[in-house]
T-cell receptor, first 115, second 113 residues
Framework: AQSVTQLGSHVSVSEGALVLLRCNYSSSVPPYLFWYVQYPNQGLQLLLKYTSAATLVKGINGFEAEFKKSETSFHLTKPSAHMSDAAEYFCAVRLDTGTASKLTFGTGTRLQVTL | EPEVTQTPSHQVTQMGQEVILRCVPISNHLYFYWYRQILGQKVEFLVSFYNNEISEKSEIFDDQFSVERPDGSNFTLKIRSTKLEDSAMYFC???????????FGDGTRLSIL
């Protein structure tokens, strides 16, 4: 079975500061990992994905994440926060079964960006 | 850019009533999913659907739930006799292939009174 743990349900950063959202995964086989963002009253938008190619993955809006197998982590970072980054961020894991495979989500981290 | 559309955006229903949530997946996608998010909790998988049959379902997806692709464009989730605990945001998603990226709609907020 696969699972993800997101440390910190709320993270607050100043505009221009580094954003670091933590995600650790548990999987019996090499996983596919994802970060989704949810803006208020909207659906889930894919930020980036790891699918066993490069361990450093670049996504949209300046976000990136690094897959570290030794630490079972897939933390999301952005060098400089913008007010528009305020949203809820979800880490998710999926097994590669070759068929319709479900996403298992973490509990989410709400990012607040202050002036 | 093509997107998944869900209707209605908000549905209010009396407990015990049947409700149907509708989704129009992206047109060339073949795999369809429903997830739900109870307020303040994480997004949970309900069911996946491919080739007109359920591929996988979670423990949540009991006999009160059913899914259907009634025509070439719609994908529906039916809850036969709603309970208070069914109140949640329901998300539809679709992907080109099974391993493909899942694209999500904006969700239907279901409120059971």
């Amino acid at each position: 079975a696969q699972s993800v743990t997101q440390l910190g349900s709320h993270v607050s950063v100043s505009e221009g500061a580094l954003v670091l959202l933590r995600c650790n995964y548990s999987s019996s086989v090499p996983p596919y990992l994802f970060w989704y963002v949810q803006y208020p009253n909207q659906g889930l938008q894919l930020l980036l994905k790891y699918t066993s190619a490069a361990t450093l993955v670049k996504g949209i809006n300046g976000f990136e994440a690094e897959f570290k197998k030794s630490e079972t982590s897939f933390h999301l970072t952005k060098p400089s926060a913008h007010m528009s980054d305020a949203a809820e961020y979800f880490c998710a894991v999926r097994l590669d079964t070759g068929t319709a495979s479900k996403l298992t989500f973490g509990t989410g981290t709400r990012l607040q960006v202050t002036l | 850019e093509p997107e998944v559309t869900q209707t209605p955006s908000h549905q209010v229903t009396q407990m015990g009533q049947e409700v149907i949530l509708r989704c129009v997946p992206i047109s060339n996608h073949l795999y369809f999913y429903w997830y739900r998010q109870i307020l303040g909790q994480k997004v949970e998988f309900l069911v996946s659907f491919y080739n007109n049959e359920i591929s996988e379902k979670s423990e949540i997806f009991d006999d009160q739930f059913s899914v259907e692709r009634p025509d070439g464009s719609n994908f529906t989730l039916k809850i036969r006799s709603t309970k208070l605990e069914d109140s949640a945001m329901y998300f539809c998603a679709s992907s080109v292939g099974g391993p493909g990226i899942q694209h999500f709609g904006d969700g239907t907020r279901l409120s059971i009174l």
